[in-house]
Structure formats: C-alpha cells, structure tokens
C-alpha cells in the first residue's frame, strides 16, 4: 500500500505541473551562507549526502570518477566508473550509489568500493546534452527520481529493480539542474540554474518554499533537514556552497 500512497503523490504532482506556467523565483530573506569551498573534483555535477550524514558524495563531468568528500568538499575516497558525461548522483541505500550517464542515458548502480551493481538505459528522447540529469533515491518508497533537465524537463519514477512506472512533464522552471528527496519529510528538494532558484514540494503538493539562488551554475544540492543544511554545488565556479535556512 505504500508504494501506491507515494505514486499517486508524485502522479497527482507530475498532472499538477503540467499545464502551470513558468514560476517567478521568490526572494527568500532565510537563507545565510556559512561556508563556501573550492573543490578538488574538476566540473562537479551531482551532490549527495551520505546516509550518515557525515559526508557527501558527488561526481564529476569531467573524469568520470564518483568522489567522498567531508562536508566541507576535501576528499575522502574516489573511484573510476568507466564511463564519461556523469551527471546526478544519490545514495541508494545498503552502500551503494547510483549515477547517471547523460550521453548514454543509464542509470549506474554502484558499491560504495567502485564494484558494479547494476545499470539500465533510460528511455529519454533528446540530444546528447539534453538527457538525464538530476537523481535521487527515496529509501522509504524503493524508487529512484529522475530528472531531463529540458526540452521538456521530464520527472521519470523507476522501482527498486530500475523499471520505470511513471514519468511527466514538468514546467515550473527554466531547467532542472539537482535533486534530493530529503528523508526526514519525504520532500522534494528540486533546483534550477537558469530560473536562480530551489523549489520545494511537501507530500500534499503545496509548494513550501522557493529559495532564491546566486550560486553559478548550480548543478547539485542536498539537504541536511535535522541540521537545516542545504549543500550545493557549482560547476562553472568548482565550489561547494553551504547554507543554513530557518524553518519555513
């Protein structure tokens, strides 16, 4: 009964969406910087927070390597894919991660050691470098989020074994650059580089917040909810981006 709880959510969400038009970014006045870190990992695209909450985990666009880092972007550990054009990335429960390949439109399972798990083509129509680019893994519910950043940005639902049981089309911003199912509420963190903005939805559809954001480039974000932590990171400036925000 869960499962079909949570898929008629997001399908409710995804019907929702369709026909709304272009949201205006609000201006949010809670959100502080505390910390911003220049990053080792060359064009960081995708951010994760580890299960324990110690530590996160990204990818890189660039080499093709996933990277564990402390929270304050040092790294930690790395291992080669073997695969180029990486994109999302999320932890998905009893130590593994998964990625995404845009060119190749997979979905990568890995152990957290670099040990294969898994993997399977996405149906997603578009150029090269217009295909999947945002991931997330809801622990609760056994399925990964998908999100094709444009043209049209598509939210695409996969169960635990990677078959996919919905998808939409979404229209509330610009692109779709990071997501984060965040465990602690069940909602969805969701950003946006060229509308400036993080967009987040509760489990009854009602938009929470839209923070605004003058991160360039933003191509990750996780979200530390207990510690009212957002994390994200910047492609074009090589950083990691730390902000608190009160409750909202």
């Given at each position: 009964?869960?499962?079909?709880?949570?898929?008629?959510?997001?399908?409710?969400?995804?019907?929702?969406?369709?026909?709304?038009?272009?949201?205006?970014?609000?201006?949010?006045?809670?959100?502080?910087?505390?910390?911003?870190?220049?990053?080792?990992?060359?064009?960081?695209?995708?951010?994760?927070?580890?299960?324990?909450?110690?530590?996160?985990?990204?990818?890189?666009?660039?080499?093709?390597?996933?990277?564990?880092?402390?929270?304050?972007?040092?790294?930690?550990?790395?291992?080669h894919t073997g695969?180029?054009?990486?994109?999302?990335?999320?932890?998905?429960?009893?130590?593994?991660?998964a990625v995404l390949?845009?060119?190749?439109?997979?979905?990568?399972?890995?152990?957290?050691?670099?040990?294969?798990?898994?993997?399977?083509?996405?149906?997603?129509?578009?150029?090269?470098?217009?295909?999947?680019?945002?991931?997330?893994?809801?622990?609760?519910?056994?399925?990964?989020?998908?999100?094709?950043?444009?043209?049209?940005?598509?939210?695409?639902?996969?169960?635990?074994?990677?078959?996919?049981?919905?998808?939409?089309?979404?229209?509330?911003?610009?692109?779709?650059?990071?997501?984060?199912?965040?465990?602690?509420?069940?909602?969805?963190?969701?950003?946006?580089?060229?509308?400036?903005?993080?967009?987040?939805?509760?489990?009854?559809?009602?938009?929470?917040?839209?923070?605004?954001?003058?991160?360039?480039?933003?191509?990750?974000?996780?979200?530390?909810?207990?510690?009212?932590?957002?994390?994200?990171?910047?492609?074009?400036?090589?950083?990691?981006?730390?902000?608190?925000?009160?409750?909202?």
């Amino acid at each position: 009964m869960r499962p079909l709880l949570l898929f008629s959510f997001f399908g409710f969400f995804l019907s929702a969406c369709r026909d709304a038009p272009p949201a205006s970014p609000a201006h949010s006045d809670n959100l502080a910087l505390v910390g911003e870190y220049r990053l080792a990992v060359p064009e960081p695209s995708g951010l994760s927070l580890s299960e324990d909450g110690a530590s996160l985990w990204m990818v890189s666009d660039e080499d093709g390597k996933v990277y564990r880092t402390d929270l304050e972007g040092r790294i930690i550990a790395s291992f080669h894919t073997g695969h180029a054009d990486l994109e999302g990335i999320t932890t998905a429960g009893a130590g593994k991660v998964a990625v995404l390949a845009e060119r190749e439109r997979k979905l990568l399972v890995f152990h957290e050691d670099g040990t294969p798990a898994g993997s399977v083509t996405l149906d997603i129509p578009g150029n090269d470098n217009s295909g999947p680019e945002a991931l997330a893994w809801n622990t609760d519910a056994g399925e990964f989020y998908i999100l094709k950043e444009r043209d049209p940005g598509l939210f695409l639902i996969l169960d635990e074994r990677m078959r996919e049981t919905s998808r939409g089309v979404l229209r509330f911003a610009r692109d779709y650059s990071g997501l984060f199912s965040e465990p602690v509420r069940g909602h969805l963190w969701i950003s946006s580089d060229e509308s400036a903005a993080i967009y987040v939805v509760d489990r009854d559809l009602k938009l929470q917040a839209v923070f605004s954001s003058a991160i360039p480039q933003m191509e990750g974000i996780a979200v530390d909810y207990a510690r009212r932590r957002i994390y994200a990171v910047s492609d074009a400036a090589a950083k990691l981006y730390v902000y608190e925000f009160d409750e909202y």
